[in-house]
């Protein structure tokens, strides 16, 4: 497991990511196992070059950018929530991707 851990630490700090770790000491045996699997699983050479390759657009004059319709999941029935579930899970079996803008009000995530 050591080995492990410093090989998921040189990769992290090579792309400047080594916060990924703050609070590994704190997480039981297992939950760092999976950590450390989910770190060195990760393709963060694609992840750059998704993102580099996103900003490539050459003629920007006809973007429009407006906002998206949104759901409230708490406002959902339980055949709405079954129904967008089960585009996700068809989603994610068709190795494509999907992008979600979530947020989470009031500073909860960062425990402001």
């Known amino acids: 497991m ?8 040189e990769i ?3 792309y400047n990511q080594e916060h990924l ?3 590994y000491d704190e997480l039981s045996e297992e939950q760092q196992n999976i950590l ?3 770190i060195l699983n990760i393709d963060f050479e694609k992840i ?9 657009i050459e003629d920007t004059s006809n973007v429009k950018i407006s906002p998206l319709p949104h759901i409230e999941k708490n406002k959902l029935t339980d055949k709405e929530l079954d129904y967008y579930t089960q585009i996700g899970k068809t989603v994610i079996k068709n190795n494509q991707v999907a ?6 009000g ?3 995530r960062l425990r402001i």
Not at 2 to 9: G, P, R, S
Not at 48 to 56: C, D, M, P, Q, R
């Open 99 to 104: 992008i979600v803008t979530m947020a989470g």
């Open 2 to 9: 050591y080995d492990k851990l410093n090989q998921a630490k």
């Open 48 to 56: 750059i070059n998704l993102y580099l390759n996103s900003k490539k």
């Open 21 to 23: 770790l703050y609070f």
């Open 12 to 14: 992290l700090k090579k």
């Open 106 to 108: 009031q500073g909860t």
């Open 36 to 38: 450390i699997n989910q």
